[in-house]
């Protein structure tokens, strides 16, 4: 079954970076890209981006160009959002996510999280 | 950049029908997918191209799109059902997935 495992939970300063993980399982990893998604305290789902784990082709989403980097290790099925400029309102629960199948647009499966709190 | 908009809060009592709005500009013309999210949990894919369930979701669960609105409907509501459910399309113009605001689902 798919899995995607995510790290722990991070305390950063404010204009610090984060780097979380995600570790799939369960599947080919380079046959699917994965997309990261974040919720605030109290808020709604908000797209960052996606990145293919075949070639590592990366698509940003406007808000966070220059701000993020998606990665993958093949030889490790894990994939990587790096934040950098950690501001109090990046603060959230950051998921990565898989769809369903190529081509799709549904998001299938998601990890359990990775909590980023930002104080100084 | 396209908007989705859900109202914030939905009232149901046990064993009645919940109809869950996401209005968006022509959102007919694109495929929608709804997601519930209970509380300190990741959110669960419910409804996919409109109106297709996941294997495990209960057929109470449905959905339908046409023209500026689409619905998720929940029949014979259960206490379980009470969380948080979003929308979601995929925008090509800027190609980026695009999530509803959220609806609070409480069953009274």
């Known amino acids: 079954q798919v899995q995607l495992v995510q790290s722990g939970a991070e305390v950063k300063k404010p204009g610090a970076s984060v780097k979380a993980s995600c570790k799939a399982s369960?599947?080919?990893?380079?046959?699917?890209?994965i997309s990261w998604v974040r919720q605030a305290p109290g808020q709604g789902l908000e797209y960052m981006g996606w990145?293919?784990?075949?070639?590592?082709?990366?698509n940003y989403a406007q808000k966070f160009q220059g701000r993020v980097t998606m990665t993958t290790d093949t030889s490790t099925s894990t994939a990587y959002m790096e934040l950098r400029s950690l501001r109090s309102d990046d603060a959230a629960v950051y998921y990565c996510?898989?769809?369903?199948?190529?081509?799709?647009?549904?998001?299938?499966?998601w990890g359990q999280g990775t909590l980023v709190t930002v104080s100084s | 950049s396209y908007m989705l908009t859900q109202p914030p809060s939905v009232s149901v009592a046990p064993g009645k029908t919940a109809r869950i709005t996401c209005g968006g500009n022509n959102i007919g013309s694109k495929s929608v997918h709804w997601y519930q999210q209970k509380a300190g949990q990741a959110p669960v894919l419910v409804i996919y191209y409109d109106s297709d369930r996941p294997s495990g979701v209960p057929e109470r669960f449905s959905g339908s799109n046409s023209g500026n609105t689409a619905t998720l409907t929940i029949s014979r509501v259960e206490a379980g059902d009470e969380a948080d459910y979003y929308c979601q399309v995929w925008d090509s113009n800027s190609n980026q997935a695009v999530f509803g605001g959220g609806t609070k689902l409480t069953v009274l």
């Open positions: 369960g599947y080919t990893f380079t046959s699917y890209g």
């Open positions: 990145i293919s784990a075949y070639n590592g082709y990366t």
């Open positions: 996510v898989r769809r369903s199948a190529a081509g799709t647009s549904q998001f299938e499966y």
